[in-house]
């Protein structure tokens, strides 16, 4: 596995930075993608910016083995299409992109849902894995022009802050200009940015030393298998285990059974599989009832979740106008996954709830059958008050070898 890690500036996903660099240690490439959103005239002074060198010094510091790849688009959909096309070079070239989980679907821009779909799409259109990390409370905003109040900076501080604007702040203009008189405009654009980011170092050190990806993990790493995308959802947990970490977490699968009658034959089948994988697990269980309907307080639960996310026809809204939105029709053609998405959810509070960290198959519906306020409602059910999920899609090239 090699892994873009679409993170932004790097204090925006800290937990998922962090995360991947405890997976690539026996891996062989990391790369770091940032996305500037606006016009060409306005991204490209910040693209500069950001080429300077200071995010390779801030993942250097953290003794975190990655590149840094920055690009200029007028959306993010773009940006990451390009990142994904130019990331990396001949064979160390990624083939997994990770991503957070966008838990402001509800209060944001409801365009942005399709985005966030599309750029999955994209992702397995490029022959790309994706994983999606949601640990149990975000840390920090989503909005890559972060503010003061988001990272605590403290109100003295509040004078001296530039996010990143085209002019040096006034509070630092009249020192630079009588200690370096002559010093060129590039320079005090570093300059400018350097103590910004002096101001997020301050801020972030005491978060980052409590981000749960930073210690030593004790539990069990639970494997959600639930379909065969070439193994990559069985190959990351084990690379985990062997990290120092996570080597103190047992391993166990979980996967879906057919008929309860054969239950032994299946439990076999599937013991002398993950041998010949050479994966050891502390338990392995197949669940025999993920096809039973779900309750009715956990369905109402979901509804709650698609209330505003409905079409209303009635009054004259349409899915060309309400893109994001879902039909009655939709509902009722993917009513049966979304039970079992629903049943899922209950399964995984039923033997999931303690687990370290989650690894899940990642659901991907079929271009155009899914609206993407339904699918981030699926993702919703699915992580929504559990313990750190990475919901994880391979792109059905195998990743795991046997020998016969």
């Known amino acids: ?189 570093l300059q400018t940015i350097e103590n910004v980011n002096h101001l997020f170092e301050r801020s972030l050190s005491k978060v980052e030393n409590s981000l749960i990806f930073n210690k030593k993990q004790k539990g069990t790493i639970d494997v959600w298998w639930l379909f065969d995308d070439g193994g990559l959802t069985l190959l990351v947990p084990y690379i985990l285990q062997t990290q120092s970490l996570w080597k103190n977490c047992g391993l166990r699968v979980f996967t879906a059974g057919t008929k309860r009658g054969e239950l032994g034959r299946e439990q076999k089948q599937m013991a002398q599989l993950l041998s010949k994988f050479r994966i050891e697990c502390q338990d392995m269980t197949i669940i025999t009832d993920v096809g039973k309907l779900p309750q009715e307080k956990t369905k109402q639960e979901f509804n709650e979740l698609m209330k505003g996310m409905i079409l209303d026809e009635d009054n004259g809204e349409t899915p060309e106008e309400f893109p994001w939105k879902t039909s009655e029709d939709q509902m009722l053609l993917l009513k049966e996954k979304t039970n079992r998405m629903i049943r899922l959810r209950e399964l995984l509070q039923e033997h999931s709830k303690d687990a370290s960290l989650i690894v899940m198959t990642l659901p991907v519906p079929r271009k155009g059958t899914c609206p993407s306020s339904l699918y981030m409602a699926w993702l919703e059910t699915l992580t929504r008050g559990m313990p750190p999920v990475l919901l994880l899609r391979g792109n059905q090239q195998s990743v795991l070898t046997f020998y016969s």
């Open 1 to 189: 596995p090699q892994v873009l890690v679409l993170t932004g500036f790097p204090c925006n996903r800290p937990e998922l930075v962090y995360f991947v660099n405890s997976l690539t240690k026996k891996i062989s490439l990391m790369i770091c993608g940032h996305i500037i959103e606006g016009a060409d005239s306005e991204t490209l002074r910040q693209y500069r910016r950001y080429q300077k060198g200071y995010v390779t010094r801030w993942l250097n510091k953290r003794k975190i083995k990655a590149f840094y790849s920055v690009t200029t688009a007028t959306n993010y959909r773009q940006g990451a299409r390009g990142l994904m096309q130019t990331a990396g070079i001949g064979k160390l070239k990624p083939n997994i992109l990770m991503m957070g989980f966008k838990s402001t679907w509800i209060t944001d821009e409801p365009t942005n849902m399709d985005t966030y779909l599309s750029v999955i799409h994209d992702a397995f259109d490029c022959d790309y894995g994706v994983g999606i990390l949601r640990t149990p409370e975000r840390l920090f905003s989503e909005d890559p022009d972060m503010q003061p109040e988001d990272l605590n900076i403290h109100e003295e501080d509040e004078k001296n802050y530039d996010a990143m604007g085209d002019e040096v702040t006034p509070a630092l203009t009249p020192m630079r200009r009588q200690s370096t008189p002559e010093v060129e405009p590039q320079d005090i654009e």
